[in-house]
Nanobody, 121 residues
Framework: VQLVESGGGLVQAGGSLRLSCAASGRIFRINAMGWYRQTPGKQRELVAR????????NYADSVKGRFTISRDDAKNMAYLQMNNLKPEDTAVYYC???????????????WGQGTTVTVST
């Protein structure tokens, strides 16, 4: 399974970006997709996550009300709409997917290569 992120870039504080993540490969079912971010010297942190059962979402406190995760299950895509961006949102953003590759197999977590978001003052 491959995850490819896109949509990162440079934006001024207060601006918006939309990240996309495309999953491909041997996929029977995607159980959840999410976004994490990481800055140098810090641990990777959860930004937002959505599971497939009931579409339950959870967000980091720091992004609640500003970021929205969504999915298109027909296309195996996930999105992260980021509004009112702040300089502290600057990070490499990683897409993750919990994937069942075939019926009866244990789900596996996959990660993308990351896309860089830079928010200037």
């Amino acid at each position: 399974v491959q995850l490819v992120e896109s949509g990162g870039g440079l934006v001024q504080a207060g601006g918006s970006l939309r990240l996309s993540c495309a999953a491909s490969g041997r996929i029977f079912r995607i159980n959840a997709m999410g976004w994490y971010r990481q800055t140098p010297g810090k641990q990777r942190e959860l930004v937002a996550r959505m599971n497939s059962d009931y579409g339950i979402t959870n967000y980091a406190d720091s992004v609640k009300g500003r970021f929205t995760i969504s999915r298109d299950d027909a296309k195996n895509m996930a999105y992260l709409q980021m509004n009112n961006l702040k300089p502290e949102d600057t990070a490499v953003y990683y897409c993750t997917a919990d994937v069942t590759e075939a019926r009866g197999l244990v789900p596996i977590d996959y990660w993308g290569q990351g896309t860089t978001v830079t928010v200037s003052t």
